[in-house]
Structures are given as C-alpha cells and as structure tokens.
C-alpha cells in the first residue's frame, strides 16, 4: 500500500512537471500577453533570440540617453552587450525606443543586461 502511494505521488509529481514545462515552453513560444521583447546589441543578432522574462523588472521608459536608460524616474546604465528586442524577437535599436514605452527589464550587476520593450502603438 505504501508503495502504490509513493508511485502515485511520483506519478502526479511527474505530470505536474511537465505540464508546468510545456506551458512555460508554450508561454516561452509567444511571451507574455501583449509585450514585445526587446534587445539591444552593438551589433544586432543574425537570429531573433527570445528568453523568458521571469524575475525581472517593469516599468515606463522616460528617457534613454546613450547608454543611460531612465525607467519610473530611476536611470539605469545599460551593459555594453545589452539585449533589446521585439515580443517577435526581432532587433530593437535603442534610438527608436519611444518615451512611455513599456519595459521588462534584467539587472546584471547593477546594469541591464536584457530588456523587452513594448513600444506605444
């Protein structure tokens, strides 16, 4: 008896996994509703690249400046490397970021490192 229920704990373990697997790959395929990701590079990407959005930040875009970025009134240095797409996964230069556009955002030793912007339409 106590066999069949650890089998059946291990079994519903399992299915819980991958379910939570195939929706992330599910959510992973299409992103988060509505927002675009974004990234940003010195020299755009060949391939769109996407990634999931877990942990990071968001807010409105006030300003970008260079390699400064200001998001809710707070400025944030963007790494050299940073990554800026569309929710398509198609390359985003910084200079086409439009104020009070919508930003999911990851800090990377204090600088953003990859950003989804979903630009006002």
């Not at 373990?13 to 992103?31: C, D, E, F, P």
């Amino acid at each position: 008896m106590r066999e069949e229920n650890q089998l059946r704990e291990g079994l519903a373990m399992k299915n819980a996994l991958l379910y939570m697997v195939i929706g992330l790959l599910a959510w992973w395929q299409i992103g988060p509703a509505g927002v675009p990701i974004v990234y940003a590079e010195s020299e755009p990407p060949q391939e769109a690249m996407l990634f999931a959005t877990v942990g990071f930040q968001s807010g409105v875009i006030d300003e970008v400046q260079g390699s400064t970025i200001r998001i809710d009134g707070r400025s944030y240095v963007l790494k050299a490397a940073v990554i800026v797409v569309t929710h398509e996964g198609e390359p985003l230069e910084l200079g086409r970021i439009i104020p009070t556009s919508l930003a999911k955002f990851h800090l990377k030793e204090g600088h953003i490192d990859k950003m989804v912007v979903k630009l006002p339409q």
